[in-house]
């Protein structure tokens, strides 16, 4: 399983950025996929999740309402669009492949068997 996160770069507070990750050498539409982020000095933070057809979706509150996540299973590609970013979402972002179609506990690590490499975001302000 190869997961590739791209899409990061530096912005200014209240700007957007798209995420994107490709997934290879799996049967992509079997599972959920997540998005995480680590900043500097912090352990890993879950972001989003999105269920294996994408009919279900789940975001840590402090990204509620700006970070939407979305699911192209013809594509392989799992994305997160991250709008209204504030400095406070400086990190590097990772995606990941869930265990299941959907997990109860959706938000720990522990949940997730495969990981990409992470993008670096970086929001000035």
């Known amino acids: 399983v190869q997961l590739q996160a791209s899409g990061g770069g530096l912005v200014r507070a209240g700007d957007s950025l798209r995420l994107s990750c490709a997934a290879s050498e799996l049967t992509f539409s079997d599972y959920a996929m997540g998005w995480f982020r680590q900043a500097p000095g912090k352990e890993r933070e879950f972001v989003a999740a999105i269920s294996w057809r994408g009919g279900a979706r789940y975001y840590v509150d402090s990204v509620k309402g700006r970070f939407t996540i979305s699911r192209d299973n013809a594509k392989n590609t799992v994305d997160l669009l991250m709008n209204r970013l504030k400095p406070e979402d400086t990190a590097v972002y990772y995606c990941?492949?869930?265990?299941?179609?959907?997990?109860?506990?959706?938000?720990?690590?522990?949940?997730?068997?495969?990981w990409g490499q992470g993008t670096l975001v970086t929001v000035s302000s």
């Open positions: 990941a492949k869930g265990v299941y179609f959907w997990m109860r506990s959706r938000w720990f690590p522990r949940e997730y068997d495969y």
